[in-house]
Each structure stands twice: as structure tokens, then as C-alpha cells.
């Protein structure tokens, strides 16, 4: 009843929320990416996106047809390898930033250990700017990250906001430095930060560096400042700043996947696990609590 391809295709335009952007992920025309969402909402007999010419949002059935289109697309993987009696194995050295420590990364992970058990799986959990510096220095096969603005490469998973969260009891006086928790360098949010406040000229000061999420959450959590995190992913507990705390906007941050120089059967591991990554980006948004 449903086309894997137009699966496919549903699921890169969920996760960039973007018809352009799934179009490029797939090397398709938008018109092909439109094509295919349309015969599939024909399939399933439901409007799957509402959009208009600035937005593009999923629908309630949308959000059903996420779950099976993911499962769906798992099991013809599973099949298709199976069949064809390749079977991925080699050494993976994997790379996840700090943001994704509280998400349901891990059963990503655990999946895909299940699909492909002759694949051993390294995996370094870090900054986004360190993981780069690790993959331009050859030490890492495959990257899940922020994407550094000058930097073009890699696939998008999605697209988020960068928002100020903090304590729900806290308060900013307007006629003190901006009290900041943050990764230390290299670390994306927090040159990102320190840009927009530099830009807006208003003072700051650094209140809690860490380079555990964990530790920014729990300063952030006893009231001590406020730290610029993605909207999707804001941790239990704390909560988006109102905008008359007065701070500037912090702009949008892609989130991706970056592959490393070597091929081989660590670069077909790196393009399977890829794969399971851009299949169950949805669940990168949610927690794993």
C-alpha cells in the first residue's frame, strides 16, 4: 500500500520540516518531493503536512504516519541487506555532541547494533567543535552534530531554533551583565552567545563552564544564569526565556551528519548507520525519559 520511496521522502521532509531541503537531501526536484508526499497522503487517505508558502508542519495523522513510515522503512533495510546477503561489519568510530545525551539516541543505537552485529561500534560523546577537530584529524568515521555556520558539509537531520533557557524562577535585571552558562571552546551555542551579545552591546559574564550537559543543566537549574540551547531539546526542568527578558534573538542551527575520509567497510558502517540516524531523526527530538 505505501512506497518505500514515498516513505522515504516523507520522512526527509519531516524531519528538515522543509520541501527544498529534503529535496537536496535526496538528490530529487522539489516537484518529485511534492509528487511523492501527495501520492502518499492519496495512499493513506489523510493530509499528512499542513503548509503554506512559509511553514511546513505535521498533521496529526502526519505525526501516526511517522511511526509506521520509520518502522516500515526499518524492516525493508532489514530485508533488502538480508536478501542481498551483504552484511556491513568493520570497526565504526562514532561521534555524538553533548546535545544529544538526554535523547533517545541510545535506542537508535541499540537497533542498528541489532541489524548489523559484525560492526564494532565506537562511540565518543563531545563537543560539537571537538568532534570536528577528531574527524578532520582522521580519528572519527561519522559525526552527529552541530553545524558550524562557515561550514557547508553534511547531511540535515533538522533544523532548529537556538532559544535562552533557564530556571522558571529566574529573573534578569536589565542594568547587570547577563549571567552565562556555557560549553567551553570550542563550543557552537556559546560563540554563538557571546556573538549576539557582543552584537546587541549588552554585557555579560560567565557564571558555569562545563563541558558536560549534565553540568550546565543542574547550574541552570539552581537559578545561577541562562544558557542558549535548541528549542526541541530543552531539558526537563528549565524553560524557553519570555522576550521581555529582553535578550536577542540567537538564530537557527542545523544539526547533522558529517562523514569522515576513510571508506571501506568503516565508510559502508558510517553510510548504515547514516542511514538508521536520518530514518529515526524523530526520535533524536524526544527524550529518553
Known amino acids: 500500500m505505501y512506497e518505500p520511496t514515498h516513505l522515504r521522502t516523507f520522512l526527509a521532509v519531516a524531519q528538515t520540516l522543509s520541501f527544498t531541503q529534503a529535496a537536496r537531501r535526496l538528490g530529487l526536484r522539489q516537484s518529485t518531493v511534492s509528487q511523492h508526499v501527495r501520492r502518499l497522503e492519496e495512499a493513506a487517505g489523510r493530509q499528512l503536512f499542513a503548509r503554506d508558502t512559509h511553514s511546513v ?104 531554533d537556538l532559544v535562552w533557557i533557564g530556571a522558571e524562577r529566574l529573573r534578569l535585571e536589565a542594568d547587570r551583565p547577563v549571567p552565562l552558562i556555557v560549553y567551553p571552546p570550542p563550543g557552537i551555542t556559546r560563540a554563538r552567545a557571546l556573538e549576539v551579545l557582543e552584537r546587541q552591546g549588552r554585557p555579560w559574564r560567565i557564571v558555569c563552564t562545563s563541558g558536560s550537559l549534565n553540568g550546565l543543566i543542574a547550574a541552570a537549574r539552581a537559578g545561577l544564569g541562562v544558557m542558549a540551547h535548541s528549542r526541541r531539546l530543552i531539558p526537563p526542568g528549565l524553560f524557553r526565556l519570555p522576550d521581555r527578558a529582553g535578550l536577542p534573538e540567537l538564530g537557527k542551527v542545523d544539526f547533522v551528519l558529517v562523514h569522515g575520509r576513510r571508506r571501506g567497510p568503516a565508510g559502508d558502517a558510517a553510510d548504515a548507520l547514516a542511514a538508521a540516524v536520518l530514518a529515526g531523526g524523530e526520535r533524536l527530538r524526544r527524550s529518553g525519559g
Open 57 to 160: 508542519e505535521l498533521t496529526e495523522d502526519g505525526e501516526a504516519m511517522l511511526g509506521f513510515a520509520r518502522r516500515i522503512m526499518e524492516v525493508h533495510e532489514q530485508a533488502t541487506a538480508f536478501f542481498s546477503g551483504t552484511r556491513v561489519r568493520g570497526r565504526l568510530r562514532f561521534g555524538a555532541s553533548e546535545d544529544f545525551v538526554l535523547t533517545r539516541l541510545p535506542e537508535i543505537l541499540e537497533g542498528f547494533r541489532y541489524d548489523h552485529p559484525e560492526v564494532d561500534l565506537e562511540l565518543t560523546v563531545e563537543l560539537s567543535g571537538t568532534l570536528y577537530e577528531r574527524l578532520a584529524a582522521g580519528k572519527l568515521d561519522l559525526v552527529l552534530a552541530k553545524r558550524r555556520p562557515e561550514d557547508p558539509r553534511g547531511a540535515l537531520v533538522w533544523r532548529d
